[in-house]
């Protein structure tokens, strides 16, 4: 692994060059045409809605039986609101949902985390068959320290599967490093409680060894920094050659006039521009 040293510069340069032939991702997927004046409308007086779970039918139907119970004539006007207008329907559902939305809710987050643990379990066992191990015996032995033993493990090993997920090159750097702490905290250990000296330096020298090993590790990750570093970087003057560009085409006095044309048109008819889409 000493070896890397050497390749840490070539690595930096093929990185760059590699993120400068992508594209950018604000450029992909083509988005629908927008008046001017929309546009910025949008953006000063428009708040974007928060995230709304879609319910099922199931979970529509005990939210309607409920609300039956308490306010069957409020029911009843839902019902007929879900056939005129749907989204509508789904927002004042939300609303007057009461404890039986929050309850679904919470079977939903229930269901989530017991999902959350199950997927981290199978990961443990495929990569980490002692840890998980560990963890098996001590879930009826003692729940407390399992518990405790559980979140330690996902603090320690979530950035690695995170990485499995989003950068595979980093997730192999993140499990090799972690491998070399534990050696060296190992080692560290051995060395302040030997009496011998001839297996105390063999100790150092392997230390030494994990140190240099840990260092080229570090590089290396700082080189997939870089390059991410790049690659937005890029996204960014992308967008600022876009938004130049805009600015430009936004002064002119024909634009101008055009804009206020369609947005006159807009007000005082109530059309909107057709849109392309494309």
């Known amino acids: 692994m000493r ?3 050497g390749t840490i510069l070539f690595l930096a340069m093929a990185a760059v060059v590699t993120v400068s032939a992508l594209p950018c991702q604000a450029d992909e997927g083509k988005q629908e045409d927008k008046s001017f004046f929309e546009t910025e409308d949008q953006q000063r007086g428009r708040r974007p809605r928060r995230w709304r779970i879609e319910l099922t039918k199931e979970e529509i139907g005990r939210i309607l039986e409920s609300l039956k119970k308490d306010d069957p004539e409020k029911a009843t ?12 329907f789904n927002e004042e559902l939300r ?3 009461g404890e039986e ?8 987050y229930e269901r989530f985390r017991q999902q959350r643990r199950v997927d981290f379990l199978d990961w443990l066992e495929k990569n980490y068959r002692r840890d998980a191990r560990e963890l098996a015996r001590l879930k009826g032995r003692d729940p407390d320290l399992y518990e405790k033993k559980y979140g330690a493990m996902r603090e320690k090993y979530d950035p690695i599967r995170e ?3 989003r950068n595979p090159e980093l997730a192999v750097i993140l499990k090799e490093d972690l491998r070399l702490q534990e050696r060296r905290d190992e080692l560290t250990a051995k060395i302040k409680t030997t ?3 001839d297996e105390k330096k063999k100790l150092i020298a392997e230390l030494q060894d994990v140190l240099d090993d840990r260092y080229d590790l570090i590089v290396e ?3 997939i920094a870089y390059a991410r570093l790049i690659k937005r ?4 003057q992308n967008w600022i050659k876009k938004s130049r560009a805009e600015i430009a085409e936004a002064r002119k006095d024909e634009v101008k006039a055009e804009n206020v044309r369609q947005r006159m048109k807009t007000l005082l008819e109530g059309k909107r521009p057709f849109s392309w889409g494309d």
């Open 163 to 165: 990485a499995e997920r």
């Open 195 to 197: 009496k011998k000296e």
């Open 101 to 108: 939305y929050q309850k679904i809710l919470r079977e939903r």
């Open 95 to 97: 609303q007057l949902g």
């Open 3 to 5: 070896k890397r040293c």
């Open 221 to 223: 990750r700082k080189v």
């Open 77 to 88: 006007e839902l019902v007929k609101l879900q056939g005129r207008d749907p989204e509508q």
């Open 233 to 236: 970087l890029e996204e960014l």
